[in-house]
């Protein structure tokens, strides 16, 4: 027998109610951020951008600083598998070391001490640092939280 007596439900609040939407277009994706956040940085077409740059407003500031989230599109003219693209554009932007082929090898081994995971069904590495590149074929983004 189920004992009778007042049942209440206790209502349930989207704490994201209130947040802000930001939409890429040209990938079909769109995410909440808090409502005391910005756009701090945002480069190319709106809806297309190659680079944004969310965070805390500061006044007169587009630099991104700790706490900030970065959104970062790398094209991949030459459709280049995921890791090779990595290691083809990583060996090309990281300064050291100065030796071309000990800089590749360094990023190569960089690569391979990534966590490799599915992020929405597609592949994506997960670096210590806490970035995390995602295939989108051939294109990548990478998004990371600014520490320091």
């Known amino acids: 027998m189920i004992p009778q007596g007042n049942l209440t439900s206790t209502p349930t609040t989207d704490e994201t109610a209130n947040w802000k939407t930001y939409r890429n277009e040209e990938y079909g994706f769109e995410f909440k951020y808090p409502p005391d956040w910005t756009e701090k940085q945002s480069f190319g077409e709106k809806g297309s951008e190659y680079l944004v740059v969310f965070g805390k407003e500061i006044k007169d500031s587009w630099t991104a600083t700790p706490g900030d989230i970065t959104f970062q599109r790398y094209v991949n003219y030459e459709k280049l598998p995921f890791k090779e693209f990595l290691i083809s554009y990583l060996s090309?932007?990281?300064?050291?070391?100065?030796?071309?082929?000990v800089r590749t090898q360094t990023i190569e081994t960089n690569i391979e001490k990534m966590d490799n995971t599915n992020f929405h069904s597609y592949?994506?590495?997960?670096?210590?640092?806490?970035a995390i590149y995602i295939f989108l074929n051939p294109d990548v983004i990478q998004t990371l939280r600014i520490t320091s």
């Open 92 to 101: 090309g932007t990281q300064p050291l070391p100065y030796d071309p082929e």
């Open 123 to 130: 592949s994506a590495l997960i670096n210590p640092n806490g």
